[in-house]
């Protein structure tokens, strides 16, 4: 997580691209990712009519309205750049409508999504878990600000040089595999997720747990007490 922490600090630190008279503002990062749609904002500063040529990506747009409680409002246009291709860069120029005269030139590096961290039930990887939990997520932490949907392939469990293994984000199929731990130990899990991009990715955690009848008693307690 302190490496996507780092990588995320340093491309917020060139999220601006400015040429004389035009710029483009992504505002979450500047490295235009694949198979995601990358929020963008440009235009001019003197206020010039304009088309833009795109090279290596192409331009969306998503439509919403929003209204106040008297139902008045406004449609607002979200605008997103998308990689296509396999380069490792776009290019987005600015033309003046008028002259054909170009205004300005921007480059974005593309690259491919990093890696999603691991999730235990609603633990990150290098915590601690509920071994009674069922489910493997793969998503971004808080701190990197890429929404991107990532889907749980297969999984191995190792515990103590055992293991087991399964498909999808389920893990029922290790129910009785967990409940042979005894006392407290650190649980190894390597996943193979699918993200948006259609890369597939081989993602590690590891967290600490109790064993599964320590969990249980917690949990009968808790119950009891919320009754």
Same mark, same amino acid.
């Given at each position: ?14 999220a ?12 979450? *990062?500047?490295?235009?990712? @694949? ?14 009519k ?10 969306k ?17 979200? *605008? ?6 396999? =380069? ?17 030139? +921007? +480059? ?23 071994? @009674?939990?069922? @489910? ?9 600000p ?21 498909? =999808? ?31 597939? @990715?081989?993602?590690k =955690? ?20 919320? =009754?």
């Amino acid at each position: 997580m302190k490496g996507t922490l780092i990588l995320f600090l340093i491309l917020c630190s060139q999220a601006l691209s400015q040429n004389t008279g035009t710029f483009i503002y992504v505002p979450d *990062y500047s490295i235009l990712y @694949r198979g995601y749609n990358n929020r963008v904002e440009f235009g001019v500063t003197d206020g010039s009519k304009y088309r833009i040529a795109l090279d290596g990506v192409e331009l969306k747009t998503d439509t919403s309205f929003y209204s106040n409680q008297l139902g008045q409002g406004a449609e607002v246009i979200k *605008y997103y750049l998308l990689p296509i291709g396999t =380069g490792r860069q776009a290019v987005i120029t600015f033309i003046d409508t008028l002259n054909n005269d170009t205004l300005g030139v +921007h +480059h974005f590096n593309i690259a491919n999504l990093p890696k999603p961290t691991l999730y235990w039930g609603k633990s990150i990887n290098s915590n601690k878990a509920n071994i @009674r939990s069922k @489910r493997l997520f793969a998503n971004y932490p808080p701190e990197v600000p890429i929404t991107a949907s990532f889907s749980i392939e297969n999984w191995k469990m190792i515990v103590n040089g055992d293991s087991i293994s399964g498909k =999808g984000s389920n893990l029922s199929s290790a129910e009785n595999f967990l409940k042979k731990v005894s006392e407290k130990t650190t649980i190894i899990i390597k996943a193979n997720v699918l993200g948006p991009d259609g890369i597939t @990715r081989e993602i590690k =955690g590891l967290w600490e747990v109790k064993p599964w009848k320590d969990e249980e008693v917690i949990e009968n307690k808790m119950i009891k007490c919320s =009754g």
